[in-house]
């Protein structure tokens, strides 16, 4: 087994969640389907609880922002013209968010409404979160070598409880110290992982940051956090470049902690 020496300075380890301790088969096959089959449905049912609105105003302002994209979908306000408007907009929500989908987009707005959705599944035990054999054993030695381990995914915090909490290991929520999401920044700017230093209370290059995706290790890098770029079953593959540049491992029992002191 190829081993990787976890640099001694390192005293957290930050955990990607798609392509890192989680299939992205179980992402794109089972979690993004069950968005664009339900979403209609979820609308029409939520649509007068404050929680929806509040996605509904997020994803409005997104697709403002957005206005300048080509296919991107606006969602108007609703006016007075009653209930035939209503079904309009939220079909525009159902488009937009189909769209956005489709170019698989991190944004915070998408994310949160998925969240959201996602949560009557997981807690109905209808959706359990998977994660590759290695994932439990590994964090449980490193906490007990005395690590601290966070989640830093695009899919929003509360989304991400629901994975960790509704699994089929059971509920290992536990296991984390913390979560960030993109509420902190994203993945691909180096500023959001020195937020995440500041906020954890230890500097950047304590950080080891575990990813399937390259310009989030990039991004990590020129922090100064330390990455290892995880390769798994159905992950996009790397370049030359990238795997002579990076450290890579195919699993975390290939991470070799600095013995303690
Ligand atoms: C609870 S995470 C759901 C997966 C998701 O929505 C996503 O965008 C995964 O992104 P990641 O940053 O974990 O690669
Ligand atoms: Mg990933």
């Not at 403002?64 to 408007?85: C, M, Q, R």
């Not at 991190?106 to 994932?135: I, S, Y």
């Not at 390259?214 to 100064?224: I, K, P, Q, V």
């Amino acid at each position: 087994m190829v081993v990787l020496s976890v640099p001694a300075e390192v005293t957290v380890i930050l955990l990607d969640i798609e392509g890192t301790t989680t299939p992205i088969a179980f992402v794109k096959d089972i979690l993004f389907p069950y968005i664009k089959e339900n979403v209609k449905e979820y609308l029409q049912t939520h649509w007068e609880e404050e929680e929806c609105q509040e996605d509904v105003g997020l994803l409005r302002r997104q697709a403002e922002e957005d206005s300048h994209l080509e296919g991107a979908v606006p969602i108007p306000a609703v006016s007075d013209n009653g209930a035939a408007d209503l079904q309009q907009v939220i079909q525009a929500v159902v488009d937009n968010v189909c769209w956005q989908m489709s170019l698989d987009r991190k944004t915070t707005a998408l994310k949160q409404l998925q969240g959201h959705m996602w949560r009557a599944a997981f807690t109905a035990g209808r959706m359990k979160a998977e994660f590759f054999e290695d994932v439990v054993p590994a964090v449980r030695k490193w906490r007990e070598a005395g690590m601290k381990v966070y989640i830093y995914s695009s899919g929003s915090v509360e989304a991400q409880k629901l994975l960790f909490g509704h699994s089929t290991e059971g509920d290992i929520l536990e296991l984390f110290d913390g979560h960030f999401d993109t509420k902190i920044g994203h993945k691909v700017e180096s500023e959001s992982y020195r937020k995440i230093a500041d906020s954890i209370g230890c500097s950047t290059n304590n950080i080891l940051f575990l990813t399937d995706v390259t310009l989030e290790a990039s991004a990590a890098e020129e922090a100064d956090v330390h990455v290892a770029v995880v390769v798994r079953p159905g992950n996009a593959g790397l370049t030359d470049d990238e795997k002579t540049h990076y450290s890579l491992i195919t699993s975390f029992g290939e991470l070799d902690l600095p013995a303690s002191p």
